[in-house]
């Protein structure tokens, strides 16, 4: 993988997100690390006009020192022949990002979250706004998430329209960049086996859109979509989740109000997002 991007605001959580970006960059040997800021500028004076000028560059000049500082800090943790690059402007975050991505070629966005990541932070405004303007991946790194090598990899997918749904080629790329192991889980009122006729075909085409991956499929009897992916990553020792963000699908249902609050301060998997 050429680009990793990581968007921050300096808290704790987006800290911790760059920490993690940094260490990550070895096991996809990144070429580039971009670290990002998108600040707002203070208000602007009318009796002043000159007042926009001066809190532009004053802004500007802080954040890129806060961004070199960042810097600083993340060279003892990534790789040496990884560049860390770094950028701060005044657009809206998702604007910024999507012009980056195009820019750098990204083909992954870290961001980091507050703890309550299932049930906050994939329904808020940024993230949706983000998966509208990019189609790169987004990688959600809980404040508590210490990088850990990635060796399997949960995926929640409902079998339903694979073939025109899931984003396969995107999938196959990010897995093998892992070098992971994929777990498929179907998770749902009615998943069981033995399978119906149109099950038993989803499944028969996934496996075969992800042979080279030779991935598992496990099915889950339940309601809560998000206890039984967790529960899973856990029991077999996960360092991912993966979740396909589509319309009436996955997502949506993870991220539900049914979500509980003990479930969602449990989420300690970095959680990443992948759209068609």
């Known amino acids: 993988m050429e680009t990793i991007l990581a968007a921050t605001d300096f808290s704790q959580p987006a800290t911790n997100a760059a920490q993690y970006a940094a260490q990550l960059c070895k096991q996809l040997k990144a070429r580039y690390l971009v670290l990002y800021h998108a600040y707002k500028l203070l208000p602007i004076s009318r009796e002043n006009p000159e007042s926009m000028m001066l809190?532009?560059?004053?802004?500007?000049?802080?954040?890129?020192?806060?961004?070199?500082?960042?810097?600083?800090?993340?060279?003892?943790?990534?790789?040496e022949n990884t560049l860390i690059l770094t950028k701060a402007d005044s657009r809206p975050l998702e604007t910024g990002l999507a012009n980056l991505v195009e820019t750098c070629e990204a083909k992954l966005i870290i961001i980091g979250s507050e703890r309550d990541v299932l049930k906050k932070l994939l329904v808020g405004s940024s993230t949706k706004k983000l998966m509208k303007t990019t189609h790169s991946p987004i990688l959600v790194v809980p404040p508590q998430a210490k990088f850990k090598a990635i060796r399997k990899i949960v995926m929640g997918c409902d079998l339903k329209n694979v073939a025109d749904t899931v984003p396969i080629a995107k999938l196959i790329q990010l897995i093998k960049s892992f070098q992971a192991q994929l777990m498929v889980v179907n998770v749902g009122k009615n998943a069981k086996v033995p399978l119906d006729d149109r099950e038993a075909y989803e499944q028969h085409t996934f496996y075969d859109l992800f042979e080279e991956l030779d991935p598992s499929i496990q099915y889950i009897e339940g309601n809560d979509v998000s206890k039984g992916l967790l529960d899973y990553a856990d029991q077999f020792d996960a360092q991912m989740i993966v979740v396909v963000a589509k319309q009436h699908s996955l997502l949506e249902r993870i991220t539900s109000s049914s979500v509980s609050k003990e479930l969602a301060a449990s989420a300690e998997l970095p959680v990443l997002i992948i759209r068609k």
């Open 55 to 79: 809190s532009q560059e004053k802004m500007q000049e802080c954040m890129e020192v806060f961004l070199s500082e960042l810097r600083e800090s993340l060279l003892p943790l990534a790789p």
